[in-house]
């Protein structure tokens, strides 16, 4: 078998995504390190969010970190060996340096609640309920045509292009406001995504210095195994990449076709989306024909996981 670790990014958050972290007893430590760099205690914060709070770039991007650093914890002793690779999806990229053991807890949630900040600080002024908008289905050649003109004429800048010809724009919410009320785009399948700054795109460019910055002083190590660059699908295995590659994604559009591409060069026959939300592994089965992907939330428990992990083996033994 060879397995890759999807770390998801945001838009997938849900109220109920960190109930086992803050229940389990062997996640008293990661949830005293978050409570330390909230500076208040984790389950009173997460509690008192309200149902739009939660989509909030700093507080989702800090519960994001957190769930899929205890779903690592938990997944890792299940493997009979390392993954092959590990892949990130936007945030998901830093995780994925977490995964690949070039980061601790501590330094991943961080270089997380940094990251945020910086981008929310340098993020146009009045967010929105969404700033990410994705494009999928399709259409005739005129009617394709016409909206990108109108993504284009209203200030919307490609973000992230996906598996199967589906991309995301983003810029400010007044943008994708003008873009949802435009005339020639009604009918067509756009979702605004619930993030509140335009991620990947040239809007973020002040924050690439100092995030670089921020992350050159924390305890960043070479990987164990192999990290995909979102920016471009290439595979790093040295710290001095994740300093060139992380920055520069905040505001540099993402390439997750063309990470898919690198999974089916590398052999990837078995993929396993961290979470929250399933839209990673949905997309690479669906782009990569035999390939297994299933995301952390379609088992219930350990053993269904390593159920599914030794079936997986032993489909790839023959």
């Avoid at 945020?116 to 009617?143: K, V, Y």
């Avoid at 724009?169 to 020639?184: R, W």
């Avoid at 910055?213 to 290439?234: F, H, K, N, Q």
């Avoid at 559009?253 to 989306?273: F, K």
Wanted: proline share 5%; net charge neutral; glycine share 10%.
């Amino acid at each position: 078998m060879k397995l890759a670790i999807l770390c998801s990014g945001q838009a997938g958050q849900h109220a109920g995504m960190l109930d086992r972290l803050l229940a389990d007893p062997a996640s008293a430590d990661l949830r005293a390190t978050a409570s330390e760099l909230l500076g208040r205690d984790l389950a009173g914060w997460w509690r008192g969010l309200g149902s739009a709070e939660i989509f909030a770039n700093a507080n989702a991007q800090f519960a994001i970190a957190l769930c899929q650093i205890a779903a690592w914890t938990r997944l890792a002793p299940l493997l009979a060996e390392p993954p092959a690779v590990v892949a990130g999806y936007s945030l998901g990229e830093v995780l994925a340096w977490h995964v690949a053991g070039a980061l601790d807890a501590a330094a991943t949630l961080r270089l997380v609640r940094a990251r945020a900040g910086l981008m929310d600080r340098h993020a146009p002024a009045a967010g929105g309920a969404g700033c990410m908008l994705l494009w999928r289905g399709r259409m005739s050649p005129a009617r394709r045509a016409a909206v990108t003109r109108a993504l284009a004429a209203h200030g919307l800048a490609p973000a992230i292009e996906r598996a199967a010809g589906e991309r995301v724009f983003a810029g400010p919410a007044a943008a994708v406001d003008a873009v949802l009320a435009d005339a020639a785009v009604v009918g067509a399948e756009l979702k605004r995504l619930a993030v509140g700054v335009p991620s990947h795109t040239a809007w973020l460019a002040g924050a690439v210095a100092p995030f670089r910055a921020e992350l050159d002083a924390a305890p960043l190590r070479d990987p164990c195994v192999a990290v995909l660059a979102g920016i471009d699908g290439s595979v790093l295995r040295q710290r001095r990449q994740a300093l060139d590659y992380l920055p520069r994604q905040i505001a540099q559009a993402l390439r997750w076709d063309w990470c898919v591409d690198t999974l089916a060069s590398l052999g990837v026959d078995t993929a396993l989306e961290m979470g929250p939300g399933k839209d990673l592994a949905q997309m690479t089965e669906a782009a990569l024909p035999g390939v297994r992907a299933r995301a952390l939330e379609d088992f219930a428990g350990a053993t269904d996981i390593r159920d599914w992990l030794n079936a997986a083996g032993r489909a790839g033994a023959h």
